[in-house]
């Protein structure tokens, strides 16, 4: 990669200056604006005056210690320090045959020191009605594991089901009580569902009977008592077959879905080791963990002897540090759950647990266009997958109206269901994660502007070339890639464009540097857009000779490569004809 290459030469001639030169390092970046060369380093300012030297003269004598001559045309020092970097031509177009000898990694190697993740995402609260919140934990987690693995990580997906709530003591004294059997028997689901509305119904309106008979029979079940566990044993899979069909739909699966009920066996024993060891302390008759300038403890077993969420968590760690010693957890929750993970990290800490790093992986909610909180249908549990419905619905319109290439109707369809699960999946992504962002199926299927529908059709744009000029793709890559072919790369357009497919790597870094993958969808953005330029000026099939056309088809081939990889990581389908 080479903003990691140049970084890496700069370390050199910069460490000859200074012992210490991260901070420095940084500061090697893309160019704003091709004026100002290609990159540029920002570096001589700060270093100057550390130096108590004068900037342009520290950056005169950072570009004599720099060996950088293959790489560049030309350094040079402008304004107030700044140091302009040009690549060579010859460079980029080597750069682009490596990749094109490496296409399934587009170039960019494993990382040298690979680490371990365990992924904590989707989590839905099973016989509750799955919500956009739990989408969007699901898409975000989906995506950081797929460009994780990608840059060669190792990484364990655990599905940490909510499947041990109250919720399920809501099911139960719904189904002791208000169950009908024969709706029961035809539509199961539908069942469930109504059951636990109108429980959940009773108790918000304030029915302290019913509240404490629901508790009553949650206490049942965490004792193990046999018609309780018969229930639970009987409901949950329909509830995961309604969650499983999600799954499907988005392309997802976990390694493990281990939830809250398969912890509970071990948390009598975490809680009283906690209080052994006087981490944790009886309060108000119940149990909890107390932190240094906070008066909020974590409970982690209530007056009546309940065990939390809380204390399955830390039961979670101590499982997960034993079975898969991770060097990272991340955990993909909305925001209001931030407290819950300070604290539990906190508590790791206190347990001695040293040797993990962990990350609360936070996100802002999901809105609806009138900006309150999105509800999918009231409480349905059919929600989610009536949101995918919707949502393929509407793309099977769009497709229809302005197909070009004249599809069958089975390939409509497909089309359909790409862009309009991939539309979900990357308004999401797109967005910066700590912020809100407003659900709009028109914004989230436009064919232009930052939608997977604009990158899908840009990919299958590049696809129709090779296809209207009769080009097997295959065939030419082999064919550039063997007698030392050397693309040109004379027209601007498809410079900057040659530029953008080779940024695709640090796209990738830097989406896993703070867990974000809305870089990623940028970086791609901008890519598409470089491409629309390139196509705009320059003629591909139609190019004046043979050189130029050949350069011109690899630049298009890597583009839709890059396209496709890219959308493959956030989870996302291609099309080769829409
Ligand atoms: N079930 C939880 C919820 O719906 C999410 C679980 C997150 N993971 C965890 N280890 N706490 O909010």
Same mark, same amino acid.
């Given at each position: 990669?080479?903003?990691?290459?140049?970084?890496?030469?700069?370390?050199?001639?910069?460490?000859?200056?200074?012992?210490?030169?991260?901070?420095?390092?940084?500061?090697?970046?893309?160019?704003?604006?091709?004026?100002?060369?290609?990159?540029?380093?920002?570096? #001589?300012?700060?270093?100057?005056?550390?130096?108590?030297?004068?900037?342009?003269?520290? #950056?005169?004598?950072?570009?004599?210690?720099?060996?950088?001559?293959?790489?560049?045309?030309?350094?040079?020092?402008?304004?107030?320090?700044?140091?302009? &970097?040009?690549?060579?031509?010859? +460079?980029?177009?080597?750069?682009?045959?490596?990749?094109?000898?490496?296409?399934?990694?587009?170039?960019?190697?494993?990382? !040298?020191?690979? !680490?371990?993740?365990?992924?904590?995402?989707?989590?839905?609260?099973? #016989?509750?009605?799955?919500?956009?919140?739990?989408?969007?934990?699901?898409?975000?987690?989906?995506?950081?594991?797929?460009?994780?693995? +990608?840059?060669?990580?190792?990484?364990?997906?655990?599905?940490?089901?909510?499947?041990?709530?109250?919720?399920?003591?809501? &099911?139960?004294?719904?189904?002791?009580?208000?169950?009908? #059997?024969?709706?029961?028997?035809?539509?199961?689901?539908?069942?469930?569902?109504?059951?636990?509305?109108?429980?959940?119904?009773?108790?918000?309106?304030?029915?302290?009977?019913?509240?404490?008979?629901?508790?009553?029979?949650?206490?049942?079940?965490?004792?193990?008592?046999?018609?309780?566990?018969?229930?639970?044993?009987?409901?949950?899979?329909?509830?995961?077959?309604?969650?499983?069909?999600?799954?499907?739909?988005?392309? &997802?699966? %976990?390694?493990?879905?281990?939830?809250?009920? %398969?912890?509970?066996?071990?948390?009598?024993?975490?809680?009283?080791?906690?209080?052994?060891?006087?981490?944790?302390?009886?309060?108000?008759?119940?149990?909890?963990?107390?932190?240094?300038?906070?008066?909020?403890?974590?409970?982690?077993?209530?007056?009546?002897?309940?065990?939390?969420?809380?204390?399955?968590?830390?039961?979670?760690?101590?499982?997960?540090?034993?079975?898969?010693?991770?060097?990272?957890?991340?955990?993909?929750?909305? +925001?209001?759950?931030?407290?819950?993970?300070?604290?539990?990290?906190?508590?790791?800490?206190?347990?001695? &647990?040293?040797?993990?790093?962990?990350?609360?992986?936070?996100?802002?909610?999901?809105?609806?266009?009138?900006? !309150?909180?999105?509800?999918?249908?009231?409480?349905?549990?059919?929600?989610?997958?009536?949101?995918?419905?919707?949502?393929?619905?509407?793309?099977?319109?769009?497709?229809?109206?302005?197909?070009?290439?004249?599809?069958?109707?089975?390939?409509?369809?497909?089309?359909?269901?790409?862009?309009?699960?991939?539309?979900?999946?990357?308004?999401?992504?797109?967005?910066?994660?700590?912020?809100?962002?407003?659900?709009?199926?028109?914004?989230?299927?436009?064919?232009?502007?930052?939608?997977?529908?604009?990158?899908?059709?840009?990919?299958?744009?590049?696809?129709?070339?090779?296809?209207?000029?009769?080009?097997?793709? !295959?065939?030419?890559?082999?064919?550039?890639?063997?007698?030392?072919?050397?693309?040109?790369?004379?027209?601007?357009?498809?410079?900057?464009?040659?530029?953008?497919?080779?940024?695709?790597?640090?796209?990738?870094?830097?989406?896993?540097?703070?867990?974000?993958?809305?870089?990623?969808?940028?970086?791609?953005?901008?890519?598409?857009?470089?491409?629309?330029?390139?196509?705009?000026?320059?003629?591909?099939?139609?190019?004046?000779?043979?050189?130029?056309?050949?350069?011109?088809?690899?630049?298009?081939?890597?583009?839709?490569?890059?396209?496709?990889?890219?959308?493959?990581?956030?989870?996302?389908?291609?099309?080769?004809?829409?």
């Amino acid at each position: 990669m080479i903003l990691d290459l140049l970084r890496s030469r700069f370390e050199l001639a910069v460490s000859e200056f200074v012992d210490d030169v991260s901070e420095y390092i940084d500061l090697v970046r893309y160019s704003q604006d091709v004026r100002f060369g290609d990159y540029q380093a920002n570096i #001589a300012m700060p270093l100057a005056k550390r130096l108590s030297r004068k900037p342009r003269e520290v #950056a005169d004598e950072i570009i004599s210690r720099l060996r950088i001559d293959d790489i560049c045309d030309s350094v040079e020092v402008a304004g107030a320090g700044f140091i302009n &970097i040009v690549l060579r031509d010859s +460079f980029l177009a080597e750069c682009l045959c490596k990749v094109l000898a490496d296409v399934d990694r587009m170039g960019i190697e494993a990382v !040298k020191k690979p !680490k371990k993740f365990v992924v904590d995402y989707s989590g839905p609260n099973v #016989a509750k009605p799955m919500h956009v919140g739990h989408l969007r934990s699901t898409v975000l987690g989906n995506a950081l594991t797929n460009i994780l693995r +990608f840059r060669g990580h190792s990484v364990v997906t655990d599905n940490h089901l909510g499947d041990w709530g109250t919720q399920f003591g809501m &099911i139960i004294f719904g189904y002791k009580n208000y169950l009908d #059997a024969d709706l029961y028997c035809r539509q199961p689901v539908e069942e469930l569902s109504r059951i636990y509305r109108f429980v959940r119904g009773k108790i918000d309106a304030g029915d302290q009977e019913v509240a404490a008979n629901v508790l009553a029979e949650t206490a049942k079940l965490h004792d193990g008592n046999a018609d309780n566990l018969k229930i639970w044993h009987e409901v949950m899979p329909y509830s995961m077959n309604e969650i499983d069909l999600i799954y499907r739909r988005l392309g &997802i699966t %976990f390694d493990y879905t281990l939830g809250e009920s %398969f912890y509970h066996p071990m948390l009598s024993e975490v809680v009283d080791d906690l209080i052994g060891r006087g981490i944790a302390r009886e309060t108000d008759g119940a149990i909890g963990i107390f932190f240094d300038g906070s008066d909020t403890p974590m409970l982690i077993r209530k007056k009546d002897g309940a065990y939390l969420y809380g204390t399955t968590d830390i039961a979670t760690i101590l499982y997960r540090m034993r079975e898969f010693k991770p060097d990272v957890i991340l955990y993909l929750t909305d +925001f209001r759950q931030s407290l819950h993970f300070e604290q539990l990290f906190k508590t790791a800490r206190m347990m001695g &647990i040293n040797e993990v790093e962990f990350a609360h992986v936070k996100f802002g909610a999901v809105l609806g266009e009138d900006g !309150k909180p999105f509800k999918t249908r009231s409480g349905d549990t059919v929600g989610l997958n009536g949101l995918l419905d919707e949502a393929e619905k509407r793309a099977l319109e769009i497709v229809k109206s302005n197909d070009r290439s004249k599809l069958s109707d089975d390939n409509c369809n497909e089309v359909a269901k790409s862009i309009g699960i991939g539309g979900i999946i990357y308004a999401d992504l797109s967005q910066n994660r700590e912020s809100d962002y407003i659900f709009s199926y028109d914004k989230m299927l436009a064919m232009n502007g930052n939608t997977a529908a604009y990158m899908q059709y840009a990919y299958a744009r590049v696809r129709s070339i090779f296809a209207k000029g009769n080009i097997d793709v !295959k065939k030419f890559r082999k064919e550039v890639g063997t007698d030392g072919f050397k693309p040109e790369l004379k027209a601007d357009a498809e410079r900057m464009l040659a530029k953008e497919i080779l940024k695709f790597g640090d796209a990738i870094d830097f989406a896993i540097k703070d867990y974000r993958p809305n870089l990623l969808t940028a970086y791609l953005f901008e890519l598409a857009n470089k491409y629309s330029t390139f196509f705009e000026q320059c003629p591909v099939l139609r190019a004046e000779n043979e050189l130029t056309r050949n350069s011109r088809l690899l630049l298009c081939d890597l583009t839709a490569t890059t396209l496709k990889k890219g959308l493959e990581l956030l989870g996302i389908k291609t099309v080769e004809r829409m």
